[in-house]
């Protein structure tokens, strides 16, 4: 039996371990890798290749990495030439031209880390934590026009711990898709899978994360505050302003203190900050333009501080 043949079409990370995976299915042939154009970044202003691009060359996996897909005929006449048996998307970034979902023999494939039609978009881990959910999962569905709107074939779900980031999560995200992604292809392929329409009036959206999304507002309960933390550890991370200055939470647990929004309250080796139902403690922060410190050194620096009320 030949192996079906797919286009990968992915620039996050996320998917590095279902490509590897790909790659080594004997059911599956690679045709080529679709990513995003490398950019520049770091104070050099260096190219960087993204990850999936180099494992795509150690594998002698075609790459192409379209500016923008929808006006790069060429690339949809070259494939129209031969048509691959699936699409498969991973954290692409682009949305495909209904010219590109007519493409395959089998079906265009989009793996999607939320259980839709929730937090349909770019940014659906984050959201789920911000959002405060404690289960979420994998959903691979047929591409459509519309973003995020198309049939479903399988949904695996994950729990979302307690305490766990949004970096942290992301890796079982990927490995769940290593795993269970490969044989659901296969069942499309087959002719197994059904697929279902998406409950429409269930759907939400979630947008792209911007810098100023982590600004932290103390009206706000700790546990809000604390999701906040959760999906944005790593980047943007949430921040306050002292000074005039951006002032980095990088590890807070909340406490069982009652303080007003945005008051501080410090003893020898703590700070508390309150929010609307308590207080959160802060066991790593970061002043703008000065090092990670711990409370005892922070406070011994900016003794001031213990006395301030944070902005919201």
Request: glycine share 6%; charged share 20%.
């Given at each position: 039996m030949q192996p079906y043949t797919l286009i990968f079409f992915s620039t996050g990370e996320i998917s590095i371990p279902l490509f590897e995976?790909?790659?080594?299915?004997?059911?599956?042939?690679?045709?080529?890798?679709?990513?995003?154009?490398?950019?520049?970044?770091?104070?050099?202003?260096?190219?960087?290749?993204?990850?999936?691009?180099?494992?795509?060359?150690?594998?002698?996996?075609a790459i192409y990495q379209p500016e923008k897909l929808s006006i790069e005929t060429a690339?949809?006449?070259?494939?129209?030439?031969?048509?691959?048996?699936?699409?498969?998307?991973?954290?692409?970034?682009?949305?495909?031209?209904?010219d590109w979902?007519?493409?395959?023999?089998?079906?265009?494939?989009?793996?999607?880390?939320?259980?839709?039609?929730?937090?349909?978009?770019?940014?659906?881990?984050?959201?789920?934590?911000?959002?405060?959910?404690?289960?979420s999962g994998i959903t691979l569905m047929k591409m459509s026009k519309g973003m995020d709107?198309?049939?479903?074939?399988?949904?695996?779900?994950?729990k979302i711990p307690a305490h766990v980031s949004s970096a942290l999560l992301f890796d079982d995200f990927a490995q769940m898709a290593a795993e269970?992604?490969?044989?659901?292809?296969?069942?499309v392929a087959e002719g197994v899978a059904v697929f279902k329409e998406q409950d429409t009036g269930a759907a939400t959206v979630c947008k792209l994360i911007e810098r100023e999304d982590g600004r932290i507002d103390f009206k706000e309960s700790a546990q809000k505050?604390?999701?906040?933390?959760?999906?944005?550890?790593?980047?943007?991370?949430?921040f306050a302003t002292y000074q005039g200055k951006r002032l980095k939470l990088l590890d807070i647990e909340i406490a069982d203190e009652a303080l007003e929004p945005g008051k501080v309250h410090c003893t020898k080796h703590?700070?508390?900050?309150?929010?609307?139902?308590?207080?959160?403690?802060v066991k790593l922060l970061q002043l703008e333009g000065k090092t990670v410190l711990h409370p005892e050194a922070f406070i011994a620096g900016q003794p001031d501080f213990c006395q301030s009320s944070l902005p919201s």
């Open positions: 995976k790909l790659l080594v299915d004997s059911r599956f042939k690679i045709l080529g890798l679709v990513c995003q154009p490398d950019r520049s970044s770091g104070r050099d202003l260096e190219i960087q290749e993204k990850a999936i691009k180099k494992l795509a060359l150690n594998a002698s996996v690339l949809l006449d070259q494939f129209e030439a031969n048509p691959p048996d699936f699409l498969l998307s991973f954290s692409y970034g682009q949305i495909l031209s209904e979902l007519a493409l395959p023999k089998i079906a265009p494939l989009n793996v999607h880390p939320s259980l839709l039609p929730k937090f349909r978009g770019p940014t659906p881990i984050q959201s789920a934590i911000l959002n405060g959910e404690t289960e709107e198309g049939p479903i074939a399988f949904q695996f779900k994950i269970k992604i490969p044989d659901a292809i296969a069942q505050i604390m999701n906040q933390f959760r999906a944005y550890t790593p980047w943007p991370g949430i703590e700070i508390l900050i309150g929010t609307s139902d308590g207080a959160l403690k």
